[in-house]
């Protein structure tokens, strides 16, 4: 029998929690903070892809023919929440070039907290893919679980879901609304504030991103 896939892993490799907590550090400028963003997103696309599919080609090395396998990137879908699921999204690029991306524009409404949707665009055939919703913060889940939502009226073949923090509250929600969705995080943080932050967290991850505040 197949065992059940584990529903939150937590990335505890070394390279990533070191370039988390220099994240965490208010002093990081925003050149270190998307630096640092982009190569933890490589590393953590190393865990998230383990179980991807593979086929299997001819290739000729310089003495003899012989069949091996490669990923098929173009089933894979890389889905960006915007605006802060940008800085995750080039990293995971730059180790799988050949996945497509899809957007979807979420706000998180200031007063209720709830994800209000302004873009969507994905690549078609999403039946065929298997897809990766990338957003660095899975804080109240609000956003996460209205764009898996949104993502399952496409029946894709799979979703995961790929995070740098988060909480408990945050992986609770998510669980609840989406329990075939596993989460990938580098860590699961104390607690939610009254205003939707992580604590200790690492801040407003798009400002930080951005240099917009
Ligand atoms: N979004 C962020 O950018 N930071 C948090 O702590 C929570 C949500």
């Not at 892993?9 to 990081?28: F, G, S, W, Y």
Request: aromatic share 6%; hydrophobic share 40%.
């Amino acid at each position: 029998m197949t065992p059940p896939t584990p529903r939150l892993h937590v990335i505890d490799h070394p390279l990533v929690q070191h370039k988390l907590t220099l994240m965490r550090n208010k002093e990081a400028s925003t050149n270190s903070f998307r630096r640092l963003l982009n190569e933890l997103a490589s590393l953590m696309t190393y865990e998230v892809t383990r179980d991807v599919a593979m086929q299997e080609v001819q290739v000729e090395t310089p003495l003899e023919t012989m069949t091996a396998r490669v990923i098929d990137g173009k089933k894979l879908v890389f889905v960006s929440i915007l605006r802060a699921g940008t800085g995750i999204l080039d990293g995971m690029l730059s180790v799988v070039p050949g996945a497509r991306v899809g957007h979807i524009g979420l706000y998180r409404d200031p007063k209720t907290l709830t994800a209000v949707e302004y873009y969507f665009k994905m690549p078609q055939d999403m039946h065929e893919r298997d897809v990766i919703v990338v957003d660095p913060m899975l804080a109240t889940g609000n956003s996460a679980i209205a764009a898996v939502e949104r993502l399952k009226e496409l029946s894709p073949k799979s979703i995961k879901f790929v995070c740098l923090l988060t909480c408990p509250e945050g992986v609770a929600a998510m669980h609840k609304a989406h329990p075939d969705v596993p989460v990938y995080t580098a860590a699961v943080d104390r607690q939610l504030n009254d205003h939707g932050y992580i604590l200790p967290g690492l801040g407003d991850a798009g400002d930080r991103m951005f240099g917009t505040k």
